[in-house]
């Protein structure tokens, strides 16, 4: 993607072919209907092919560039025949090629036709031949379409896309430097930092104008939002940054964003342009229509109103989810491409963190097609691992792809049987192993065969939905992508991950592939940035962290003191109470006991946390039994977003009742009860993952890896969740409440060291 470039007086602004002319040259609607493309490596490896089948002459990648009106256009050419004096840029694709959307041929011309008046200028060549070369994969066949031009219609049409694009490019460039103006002399927006607000900015500050990375763990009510996203800001003209990407685990986490970004431009000339970035299913004003302009009526005509919905969108400025969709409907445009769309051209943008870290992650790749250099800031770090881990997981199931078979065309019908025998060969093995016929079983390495047939079938119905695009049913495109992503993940299996197979009967067997070390996937992400902050209130112990998620070696650690005092928390330790598994049934009664005594002592509001919803039960069954007249109310299993809303109302200031909650669950973290609202928590387990044949294998991999398998596995991802429940009850320096840990195991040495130090035991 474009960045503009201040040098002295002159503002030169680059941008790329490819980027020119999807802003100059696209036209009609949005197509986003079922087209089987080809991936990155097979596109990569078409265009190898192609350009093996040229002449010795051949130049394959040629960089060509040119500067017109302080416009710099730059860009490599698929390939050049000197001999033949022609042009070429190849596209990968799969099936019938009159399929193909004319808007998407016309780009593909606009963009050939630059790189040849660009040749032309370079070469000084009075004409060139042109040709489209469409590959397909499947049959590795060139459809080539060719035309010759002179030199001076390329230059013409060159000329005609950069005035198109130099009006935006200088307007780019005067908001870089109105905005990096404003940024040098950003102030704090409030009269005095909070107690740690300004020991955390000052990290912030410094990692990111030495390029590193920084860990942080800052505690809650000191304001860490405003103490990151200011220090970064003020950083970015003086590291040059072109973006600042704001990402968060939850939706909460960026409304906080938003309402800083707010509070920081609030005394200022607003010179920020701040991008949400939501999720489709939240964005998509028609769930129910595909999404083309046959079916949806704000991707018909989509990119002929574009640029009046773009232009909209910088003179607003500030593009939360509301004000995105305002003006998208206005210009009858779909908000949640708009919003892909202005990504490219915000100061900040606000979202979750798969935009940066998925293997497909729309920020990261806008960033690495740009260069952009980019600063993180990363809410709730503690989360990441886990996140990852999902990121980079994938599995497949034998009853969907054998019910696929049933209704299958003929095309279908064989790689569909192949797979099926290899289901059943996978089954039988593992038979001989263990006559249960339930049965989890860790696998030593990949099923090859299995993977191999999955392989063809994922490439039969591509082949198959190529030719017949009508036949693209919501089944079928979710089987493929099921598979593909699977497929996708064999092809980098190693000791970061684990293979798997569930019986859940016969027939129903799930392969998987599970992440366990996410650090192999992220470093790359992460050193793509030119720095990243990961913050949270629990963020120990940092070499977990630093291992897990691959931080780089020069990584800084910093701990902000907390601004809570001793007195403010009372926290004590149930050693008389052992919630280990054999211990279950009778740590009941003085579980019970200790809650219903610690309410008469001081009634207000209490959560009471367990480690599964069946512990959670039989506690609030004899609960409500023993103590009726205290109120009580519990977590249930998949809780609507309605009933979680319902939950948390109860939890008035002045009122009174007892909270049964799952740790880790949605009331273990995220949530903000101030004052009286809440005024203690009990929590009933040490957070420990359950003892299985995965988690063991988990536990010998990390030990394996990094010599630490029982803490990394248990104890550390445990205790995290205890204090991150633990730190509902003080959310400001006003509030006082009681932690009641209930497990003599709290008082361990291994697992003290992992509470919070201001913490008095």
Same mark, same amino acid.
């Given at each position: 993607m474009p960045r503009a470039l201040a040098i002295g007086a002159v503002n030169e602004y680059r941008v790329a072919v490819r980027a020119l002319c999807e802003f100059t040259a696209r036209r009609g609607d949005l197509d986003y209907r079922f087209t089987p493309a080809p991936s990155a490596q097979e596109g990569i490896a078409g265009h190898t092919l192609v350009a093996s089948r040229r002449g010795e002459d051949y130049l394959a990648e040629l960089p060509l560039s040119a500067t017109f009106e302080g416009l710099k256009i730059t860009g490599r050419a698929d *390939?050049?025949?000197? !001999?033949?004096?022609?042009?070429?840029?190849?596209?990968?694709? +799969?099936?019938? %090629?009159? &399929?193909? #959307?004319?808007?998407?041929?016309?780009?593909?011309?606009?963009?050939?036709?630059?790189?040849?008046?660009?040749?032309?200028a370079e070469r000084a060549l009075a004409r060139v031949t042109l040709s489209l070369?469409?590959?397909?994969?499947?049959?590795?066949?060139?459809?080539?379409?060719?035309?010759?031009?002179?030199?001076?219609?390329?230059?013409?049409?060159?000329?005609?896309?950069?005035?198109?694009?130099?009006?935006?490019?200088?307007?780019?460039?005067?908001?870089?430097?109105?905005?990096?103006?404003?940024?040098?002399?950003?102030?704090?927006?409030?009269?005095?930092?909070?107690?740690?607000?300004?020991?955390?900015a000052e990290?912030?500050?410094?990692?990111?104008?030495?390029?590193?990375?920084?860990?942080?763990?800052?505690?809650?009510?000191? *304001?860490?939002?405003? !103490?990151?996203?200011?220090?970064?800001?003020?950083?970015?003209? +003086?590291?040059? %940054?072109? &973006?600042? #990407?704001?990402?968060?685990?939850?939706?909460?986490?960026?409304r906080l964003a938003l309402d800083a970004l707010q509070t920081l431009q609030a005394s200022s000339a607003k010179p920020l342009r701040v991008v949400e970035l939501v999720a489709r299913s939240k964005a998509c004003e028609y769930p129910e229509r595909a999404c083309h302009g046959e079916a949806c009526p704000l991707a018909a005509g989509f990119y002929d109103r574009l640029p009046e919905a773009r232009a909209a969108c910088v003179a607003r400025g500030f593009l939360d989810r509301a004000g995105l969709r305002d003006v998208a409907l206005e210009h009858a445009v779909c908000p949640y491409y708009l919003g892909q769309e202005m990504a490219r051209w915000a100061d900040v943008v606000v979202g979750d963190v798969n935009h940066w870290f998925d293997a497909h992650a729309l920020l990261h790749g806008l960033a690495a097609v740009g260069d952009w250099r980019v600063g993180l800031l990363i809410d709730e770090a503690h989360n990441l691992v886990e996140r990852a881990r999902g990121m980079y997981s994938a599995?497949?199931?034998?009853?969907?792809?054998?019910?696929?078979?049933?209704?299958?065309?003929?095309?279908?019908?064989?790689?569909?049987?192949?797979l099926g025998r290899q289901w059943k060969t996978l089954s039988d093995k593992e038979s001989e192993k263990n006559t249960e016929p339930e049965r989890y079983q860790l696998l030593e390495e990949l099923p090859g065969k299995l993977v191999g047939a999955l392989y063809k079938v994922t490439s039969a119905i591509t082949e198959y939905l190529g030719e017949h695009p009508e036949a693209a049913s919501l089944e079928l495109q979710?089987?493929?992508?099921?598979?593909?992503?699977?497929?996708?993940?064999?092809?980098?299996?190693?000791?970061?991950?684990?293979?798997?197979?569930?019986?859940?009967?016969?027939?129903?067997?799930?392969?998987?592939?599970?992440?366990?070390?996410?650090?192999?996937f992220l470093t790359p992400r992460l050193a793509r940035a030119q720095s990243a902050v990961l913050f949270s209130a629990t963020l120990t112990p940092p070499?977990?962290?630093?291992?897990?998620?691959?931080?780089?070696?020069?990584?800084?650690?910093?701990?902000?003191?907390?601004?809570?005092?001793?007195?403010?928390?009372?926290v004590t330790i149930a050693r008389h109470i052992s919630t280990r598994y054999r211990d279950r049934e009778r740590s009941i009664a003085p579980i019970v006991d200790t809650i219903a005594r610690q309410y008469r002592e001081m009634p207000g509001h209490y959560l009471a946390f367990f480690s599964s919803f069946a512990y959670l039960e039989a506690a609030f069954a004899r609960f409500q039994t023993e103590w009726p007249e205290i109120p009580a109310f519990a977590q249930t299993r998949a809780m609507a977003e309605a009933e979680r809303e319902a939950f948390l109302a109860r939890f008035t200031p002045g009122g009174r009742g007892v909270g049964f909650a799952v740790l880790g669950g949605a009331f273990g973290e995220g949530v903000d009860l101030p004052g009286d609202r809440l005024i203690g928590a009990f929590i009933a387990t040490l957070g420990l993952a359950p003892f299985n044949a995965f988690n063991e294998a988990l536990k010998a991999r990390l030990e394996t890896r990094f010599g630490e398998g029982e803490a990394y596995t248990y104890r550390i991802p445990g205790m995290i969740k205890v204090v991150q429940a633990a730190g509902r009850v003080i959310r400001s320096p006003e509030d006082e409440g009681v932690v009641v840990l209930m497990d003599d195991r709290f008082d361990q040495p291994a697992n003290r060291k992992l509470l919070p130090s201001w913490w008095a035991l």
């Open positions: *390939g050049y025949d000197p !001999a033949a004096n022609c042009l070429e840029e190849v596209k990968t694709h +799969r099936g019938d %090629l009159s &399929r193909m #959307a004319q808007n998407q041929r016309a780009l593909h011309w606009a963009q050939v036709k630059v790189y040849g008046a660009l040749l032309c070369v469409y590959f397909e994969i499947n049959s590795q066949k060139e459809t080539r379409l060719s035309e010759t031009f002179e030199a001076f219609e390329l230059q013409a049409f060159f000329h005609e896309q950069c005035r198109r694009f130099i009006a935006w490019a200088r307007q780019e460039a005067a908001h870089r430097e109105a905005r990096d103006t404003a940024l040098a002399i950003l102030a704090f927006p409030h009269a005095r930092f909070r107690p740690g607000q300004r020991e955390l990290d912030v500050y410094r990692a990111v104008s030495t390029e590193r990375c920084l860990l942080a763990q800052a505690p809650t009510g000191i *304001g860490k939002t405003l !103490a990151t996203l200011f220090p970064m800001l003020t950083a970015v003209p +003086r590291k040059r %940054l072109d &973006r600042v #990407a704001f990402l968060t685990m939850k939706t909460p986490g960026r599995e497949v199931s034998q009853m969907r792809f054998n019910r696929a078979k049933k209704a299958a065309p003929a095309a279908l019908k064989k790689p569909l049987e192949q979710e089987l493929l992508f099921e598979a593909l992503a699977f497929c996708r993940l064999a092809e980098t299996f190693g000791e970061h991950s684990l293979c798997d197979v569930t019986r859940h009967g016969r027939g129903r067997a799930v392969l998987g592939i599970r992440n366990v070390i996410p650090a192999d070499r977990y962290y630093r291992d897990l998620l691959g931080l780089p070696a020069n990584t800084v650690w910093r701990e902000v003191d907390s601004p809570f005092a001793a007195h403010q928390l009372r």
